[in-house]
């Protein structure tokens, strides 16, 4: 293509002066999760079977924005302590949490609640005893250990309880995360769980939900979260060779689009906020977060905040506590400035960096040391 050796130019040229991004409402934010925490609309009710992630979103809003003593008052923290230990379930095939005191008719084999323990549910609990920085002496070690294992499958994945057939690859990343905060690895074959997220991997250099599914965010998140989660001495050639580690960063950088800044979950489909951190925090748990255009990308969140508060997972939608909390969560890895400027986040468990090390320190049946 020919060029023009001397190209037209405005005199004053103010079409290129970057417009000033607006600030993070981060008070808004907040408020949001914390109304969410009170009580749902009617038209959310959906979502009272997976309560435990509901508490987990909207707590750790509130830990990213440093605001969880100013917004719950100690009992508050106490009560909510006490709720998520009386989720702590047992039985025949060991102790986990579940999503909340629902009943269901349906009896779990193995578990004498009507309400089993969920593998999901066990790491959100976990996470969010650990930003309301509890003790953990209430903790049976010995039952997680023994759910973590009765809920690997015989394809080397997890299942959301012992014996579902519901093995992906949310799940493995779950016990990954689990097994790494007991810092006891005995609950899983490690090699047959590697196996099985290697089987995952797709030829865009992403993962799929299960073996042969299409390259997705979330999954590709959990995978690479999962085999960086490995202590390296116990890794089975967990992590990624050089030709597969450019093949999956080149995925997750195409991802990111060049009109809006936002990240799309799969090739060829719109942004989103929750896709944002999913791929976002995949490239900064490889080493590769300066290839992320962090400018374009706050732009895009500036752009999905709601007027009344949260985060949207794009503009002109309705915010909720899922969207508001990954996009805080990427904000603080992405480390923009000004009122932008949040964390730090510990990418690989998805928790602030200070909540992530409470949790290793406290999890474990023997204190770690430093
Ligand atoms: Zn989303």
Redesign the pocket.
């Known amino acids: 293509m020919a060029t023009d050796p001397e190209p037209f130019t405005l005199p004053e040229d103010v079409s290129a002066q970057p417009v000033p991004i607006p600030p993070l409402e981060r008070s808004r934010h907040v408020a949001h999760c914390n109304r969410c925490l009170a009580g749902l609309p009617a038209s959310l009710t959906d979502i009272d079977s997976s309560r435990m992630v509901l508490a987990f979103y909207c707590l750790g809003v509130m830990d990213v924005y440093s605001a969880l003593d100013m917004k719950l008052s100690a009992s508050d923290r106490e009560a909510w302590r006490g709720w998520i230990w009386a989720q702590q379930a047992g039985g025949e095939h060991g102790t986990g949490f579940r999503p909340g005191p629902f009943m269901t008719r349906v009896r779990q084999p193995g578990y004498t609640d009507a309400s089993a323990p969920h593998l999901i549910m066990t790491y959100c609990a976990l996470l969010s005893l650990a930003i309301l920085r509890d003790d953990f002496r209430r903790l049976d070690r010995a039952g997680l250990v023994r759910f973590v294992r009765a809920c690997q499958d015989t394809n080397g994945g997890f299942t959301t309880t012992p014996g579902a057939d519901d093995a992906d690859l949310r799940m493995c990343y779950c016990a990954f995360v689990v097994c790494s905060f007991l810092n006891d690895w005995s609950g899983m074959d490690v090699t047959r769980a590697v196996d099985y997220i290697r089987r995952c991997r797709t030829y865009e250099g992403g993962y799929g939900q299960s073996p042969g599914a299409e390259a997705l965010g979330g999954t590709t998140y959990c995978a690479i979260a999962a085999l960086y989660l490995l202590p390296q001495d116990t890794a089975p050639a967990g992590r990624l060779t050089r030709a597969e580690h450019r093949q999956t960063v080149r995925w997750l950088v195409h991802t990111q689009d060049g009109a809006t800044g936002g990240f799309a979950g799969r090739t060829n489909k719109v942004p989103?906020?929750?896709?944002c951190f999913w791929q976002g925090a995949a490239l900064a748990i490889m080493g590769e977060k300066e290839r992320i255009d962090a400018v374009a990308l706050t732009r895009f969140f500036a752009r999905c905040q709601h007027r009344f508060g949260g985060i949207a997972?794009a503009q002109d939608e309705a915010a909720d506590p899922y969207?508001t909390y990954l996009a805080s969560a990427m904000i603080a890895i992405a480390q923009g400035a000004g009122t932008w400027a949040l964390g730090p986040l510990d990418p690989l468990v998805n928790a602030t960096e200070e909540t992530a090390a409470w949790a290793r320190e406290r999890v474990p049946a023997r204190p770690v040391l430093a």
């Open positions: 989103d906020a929750c896709y997972k969207h």
